[in-house]
């Protein structure tokens, strides 16, 4: 008898936007490990399980991927039924990759939950469609953690051409910003960052390319952000007014 | 008091993979009005509502777009709770935005409902990341259904750079791979079909860009196709042997 991995997407906050999938591994679950930006009350549904931060945060590496790794690993073998439970998708910048590569090589049975991933619900929930006719025929999604990655992918589209969501890049807002305007890029461009989407504290700057590398960020922000560059945000305004941000609000009033 | 729409995402197909907010709203809804995609467990779940398929299918267009406004605009103003149902996310080449702006302007009050793109975990379900440490540092999704917005999307990435995921695809397959390989993508690049992520019917065709265009589609393929080109498809053979695709014959030999 073996136990099992499940790598499962926690999505961007709102605990109700797990999966009904989800919700049923946490539920089923002996061991949680989770990530840092996952919601309290994602992790509590694991009743019955031993639940553990493995969190690593910007430069600050509390577990080596290693020891992830060799945690997920030992577990299954005792027989547990593991969740490994990360922010958004277990496949976008998330190292899902990497921990299935291990969990694989040492035999562990596994699947992966996909979540659901702020690169296109941060600025969905804000009004904004990553596509929209006539506007954009596409997007990219690029992380600004890491330089010499962010600028390759970067330097791989045509100026002023998809939507670019980028993921993990306000410490790079600048360098980003910098780097598609020397590309060419408009700099009236319009462009967005999402804070804390889905979340209480869910709060937006917009304004355009020219001036992303100004913006200001939410005083005591541990918040993640998503930047969303392309003439798609221009329909935040149309949108987002129309958009209900507490839905309990508006159905408190719905007759049935 | 008004009425109230949700544009909701259904997710690639499995009905596992609804949103627990999805799930929710389908519950509490009056009225679904539901595309071809979705599956029938998820429409299922409107107990209480009138449910009514608005299906756009490849070229037979069902219900003019201006129709399925009105019908949401004109049962929120009665009252209603109205779930307009999508498969994958209403914000991915969904015409998500549209609905928005037509709600938006007729003043009725909505929101968006995130759902599980297959653009990222049609490949995800197979074992394959967009992403990937050293493979990719990023991933762009285009729609293959129309031409002009296809060919200006392919143009617009650098050859042998994102992960290039094609959504509604098959049917121009050949003429993707020809554009790519005309602009300098490699011919061995890996390259993967995945039919009808997350149901039953899931199926793959795994080979390289310079076969895509002839890559053999199933026989009674009325399963929605998604296209991933690059070097993460490599993975598939390490991490989709370990991924376990029916989790339930796994977890019956699970001790707890």
Redesign the interface.
Same mark, same amino acid.
């Given at each position: +008898?073996?136990?099992?991995v499940?790598l499962v997407g926690a999505?961007?906050g709102?605990?109700?936007? *797990?999966?009904?999938?989800a =919700?049923?591994r946490l539920q089923?679950a002996?061991l949680v490990l989770y990530d840092a930006l996952v919601a309290p009350e994602a992790v509590a549904l694991a009743l019955h399980a031993q639940r553990f931060s493995v969190a690593k945060r910007a430069g600050r590496q509390s577990f080596a991927q290693d020891t992830i790794h060799r945690l997920m690993i030992r577990a299954a073998r005792q027989?547990k039924?593991v969740v490994r439970l990360k922010g958004g998708?277990?496949?976008?910048?998330g190292?899902?990759?990497?921990e299935?590569?291990a969990?694989?090589?040492a035999? +562990?049975?596994?699947?992966?939950v996909?979540?659901?991933?702020s690169a296109?619900?941060a600025?969905? *929930?804000a009004?904004?469609? =990553?596509?929209?006719?006539g506007l954009a025929?596409?997007?990219?999604?690029?992380?600004g953690h890491a330089e010499p990655?962010?600028a390759?992918?970067l330097?791989?589209?045509?100026p002023n051409?998809?939507t670019v969501v980028i993921l993990m890049g306000l410490g790079s807002r600048r360098a980003v910003a910098r780097r598609l305007l020397d590309r060419g890029w408009a700099a009236g461009t319009p462009a967005a960052i999402f804070f804390g989407a889905s979340t209480p504290d869910a709060a937006s700057w917009v304004g355009d390319l020219g001036r992303l590398g100004d913006a200001n960020l939410p005083e005591s922000n541990d918040a993640p952000g998503t930047i969303v560059i392309g003439s798609?945000v221009s329909?935040s305004a149309?949108?987002g007014?129309?958009?209900?941000?507490d839905?309990a609000v508006?159905?408190a009033?719905?007759?049935?």
């Open positions: +008898v073996s136990g099992f499940s999505g961007p709102d605990p109700e936007l *797990l999966t009904v999938k =919700v049923r089923e002996d027989g039924r998708d277990p496949f976008v910048f190292r899902g990759g990497e299935a590569l969990l694989a090589s035999g +562990v049975p596994f699947e992966v996909p979540g659901i991933t296109i619900a600025a969905a *929930l009004g904004v469609p =990553v596509t929209h006719r025929t596409g997007f990219a999604v690029v992380s990655a962010y390759s992918a330097d791989s589209l045509a051409s998809l798609v329909l149309a949108i007014r129309g958009a209900v941000p839905v508006a159905l009033g719905v007759a049935r």
